[in-house]
């Protein structure tokens, strides 16, 4: 993940879609690395409506 560019939409689909393995074990990777701080995920809402508009993704190199 660290590898892709700054502008690269980080996606679960994306990344099963890059890579060799399923979604259920990119979804398992995604928690994993949630849970030991590597990795943080954010909804991201509009201001004046709430409106879901997708996940910010923050990649740490050590955890957090």
Known sequence: ????PEDWEFRVQNI???????RDAI???IKELEN????QRIANRC?????FEGMIWYIYENPQ
């Open 36 to 39: 030991t701080g590597y990795l």
């Open 27 to 29: 979804q398992k990777a």
């Open 1 to 4: 993940m660290r590898s892709k």
């Open 47 to 51: 201001s004046k409506n709430g409106q």
């Open 16 to 22: 099963v879609d890059a890579g060799k393995e399923g």
